[in-house]
């Protein structure tokens, strides 16, 4: 499914749709360039698992919790760089666990492809336009995807 969105505030929208329809132990990667609207988009899904406060890239500390309806680990892997140090991160154990895994810069870990998971790729189209591209891999995600459009 092919979506655009013209503002942060539209991309925020299309997370909070997603999280709302997010069971314990989904897992979403996300894919694109520094800017595209990765942040936002998680943003927008604490927003509709009723997380309040901050939600940014944890660019330092790897791994963010939230706690909301669910709980949501929030996990951005752009300061990584080789797969030892991503593997060391033991993201499977948030996969395993009852909360809901997103993941900011997952075309770093490749592996992490092997999972059913939603694969969301954000692409900046200049100005506040972006291409959002869903896919669900596996039943159950094929399933959310057809509940977000
Ligand atoms: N349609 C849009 N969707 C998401 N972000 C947008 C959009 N238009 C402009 N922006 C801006 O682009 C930036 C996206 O930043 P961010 O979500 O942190 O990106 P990333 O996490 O992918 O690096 C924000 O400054 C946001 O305001
Ligand atoms: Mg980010």
């Not at 360039?33 to 509709?48: D, H, I, N, R, S």
């Not at 790729?121 to 094929?142: A, F, N, P, T």
């Amino acid at each position: 499914m092919i979506l655009e969105t013209t503002s942060p505030q539209e991309t925020q929208q299309l997370g909070k749709t997603i999280a709302r329809i997010c069971e314990p132990g989904d897992i979403i990667l996300l894919q694109g360039t520094l800017g595209a609207g990765k942040t936002c988009l998680v943003q927008g899904m604490a927003e509709g698992l009723g997380i309040d406060g901050p939600v940014r890239s944890p660019t330092f500390i790897l791994v963010n919790e939230h706690y909301g309806r669910h709980t949501l680990y929030h996990i951005d892997l752009y300061r990584l760089s080789s797969d030892v140090e991503i593997e060391a991160l033991g993201l499977d154990e948030y996969f395993q666990g009852d909360g809901i895994t997103v993941v900011e810069w997952a075309e770093r870990a490749p592996f992490l492809f092997s999972f059913n998971h939603l694969s969301i790729m954000l692409e900046d189209c200049g100005e506040s336009k972006r291409r959002i591209v869903l896919e669900g891999i596996g039943d159950r995600y094929k399933n959310l995807v057809h509940l977000v459009g």
